[in-house]
Each structure stands twice: as C-alpha cells, then as structure tokens.
C-alpha cells in the first residue's frame, strides 16, 4: 500500500498537517508519539495562542489530544530512522516497518542536541538508530547504548537480550534500567570512533570504549542523516512560501523550518504543508509522468 502522505512529528504542524488531511479525505499515516510534543506540555503558559488565552502547556496539548481524538486519527508511535527517494515516491523506515507515500511532510522539530562526533561518518557502519532494526546484528556482542528519554529504555531492554554487554549512557537522570548485562556509566557520549566501522565510543572523561556497536536513541536524529540531499539554511530545513523543499514532494513545517518557535506559526505552516501537498497530489494526477 502507498500511502497518499505520511506526516513525520507529532507536534503542533503535525497536528494542524493530521486534521488538515482527514478533512480533505486523504489516505495519510502520521508518524510520531501518541503523547504529541513533550515540548508543549512543559510550558508553564502560552499567551498568543488565538482563543485560549493564558492557556497552560499542559491545557494546550489536551485540547490537541482531544482534537485528534474526536477527528478519529490515529498515530503510529514509532522513530523515523530514514527517508528514502524511490522512483516517484518515498520510502519511510520508521522502527522495523517500512512505509511508502507519494508525499511527505516533515514537521520533526529541533532537535536539542545535534550529532556526536563521528555519529553521520559510521551511520550503518557500527552506527545505529533503530534497537528493533539492527538489533541482531549484535547478537552476543559489546554495544553501546546513548539514550535521551526514558521512553527509550524499553529498547535499551531489548538489546541488553541480545548483546553479551551494554554500555548504558543516558543523558539524564535517574535512568531505570537494571539488567545484569548492563552497566550504566556516569559519563556522557563525547564521540564515535572507527575507520570502516565502529570500535569505540570517547567518554567526556576522556577515555574511549571498545565496543562493536553504538545505538543512539533519541528524539530527532540530523536532517542529513534522516534524507539525504534535502536543503538546508542554518540548521533548518529551507522552504519556500508552500512550505515546499527542493526535494519533490516533500514539504516541511513548524520548528523545523526555522524561527520563530512559535506554536501559532507552526499550526499556520502545518496547515499550508497539508494544502500544498494535496495541490502536488493533484497536479501529478492531472500530469503523470
């Protein structure tokens, strides 16, 4: 099955670009955390949100929820590792499924933190994203595991039943993983090192890691890693006024696209990512190729 869309972020571009979609009757998959963006929830209040004034964080992502709810869309819950271009549509890995769609509209945000030292270089190559995908490839090997969100150490779980050792470096506190084969180091991640392949993880101590493997599970991975060839400008991904990308039926939205990290301007943009690419649909159809 091909998809008509798949939406990537489950923030507030994903949710305007999601109920955008089902009102005009579009067959689409939105990809992203059933609890919508952890980032709205944590804000103490949102004062320029058009009619819900000194709304709460916490009371403006109820009402998304709800919203989402009540329009009967549902979200698959899963990460998306990477977007592949295939002959006139795209493929979405995201966990172990593989999706297709004639369109994508990424509304992923920013991510916090950005790639460790030779994360991109050995991306395949030792570097992981996905526990479920690569998993097996582990199996009675040493691994590390650079996690940062507790709603990651499931994963970290899943792996510690394939590999003989895990090292566990988690990025904040009070981490919750207990198995025998798992050590949890105080450290952080400083860097992934290795020519062909990974060999070892660099602490910010100092000292360097054997390991056969890294696993780095967080919430957004780099724009280059995730599609490769798609335009960027400072750190963003570059859009015109259609929220369209160089990339031919890709379209973007919300934080990603740049400042200002506004939860109005990312409902705007979602809204014209959602139009434009029912247009691009439309167009195709009246022109295949």
């Known amino acids: ?31 992203g955390s059933k609890a919508l963006s952890a980032k709205i929830a944590r804000a103490e209040k949102v004062m320029n949100y058009p009619g819900l004034p000194e709304a709460t964080g916490a009371q403006l992502a109820d009402a998304f929820r709800a919203h989402v709810a009540a329009m009967g869309i549902d979200i698959h819950e899963a990460m998306v590792n990477m977007i592949a271009p295939m002959k006139d549509h795209y493929g979405v890995a995201a966990g172990a499924d593989f999706f297709e769609a004639k369109t994508v509209i990424l509304t992923t945000g920013v991510a916090a933190a950005g790639a460790l030292p030779g994360e991109e270089a050995l991306l395949g190559r030792g570097v992981s994203y ?56 105080p450290a952080r991640a400083a860097g992934v090192e290795g ?3 990974v060999n070892g993880v660099k602490l910010t101590t100092g000292e360097a890691i054997p390991v056969d493997g890294v696993f780095i599970l967080r919430e957004a991975i780099s724009l280059s890693a995730l599609l490769p060839k798609l335009a960027t400008e400072d750190g963003h991904i570059a859009v015109d006024r259609r929220m369209a990308t160089n990339l031919p039926g890709v379209f973007a939205a919300g934080d990603c696209t740049g400042r200002p990290y506004q939860y109005t301007k990312a409902v705007g943009e979602g809204n014209i ?12 159809e009246r022109n295949p190729v």
Do not use: Q
Not at 153 to 161: I, M, P, S, T
């Open 1 to 31: 099955m091909i998809y008509d869309l798949i939406i990537v972020g489950a923030g507030p571009a994903g949710v305007s670009a999601a109920l955008n979609l089902k009102i005009l009757n579009k067959r689409f998959l939105w990809i």
């Open 130 to 185: 996905c526990a479920t995908c690569d998993g097996a490839l582990y199996r009675g090997k040493t691994i590390a595991a650079v996690v940062t969100s507790p709603r990651f150490e499931h994963e970290v779980e899943y792996l510690a039943g394939l590999a003989a050792k895990v090292f566990f470096l988690p990025t904040y506190k009070n981490p919750a993983v207990a198995a025998e084969n798992v050590e949890t180091l």
């Open 195 to 197: 020519e062909k392949r």
């Open 273 to 284: 990512a959602a139009h434009s690419a029912v247009e691009y649909l439309a167009e195709k």
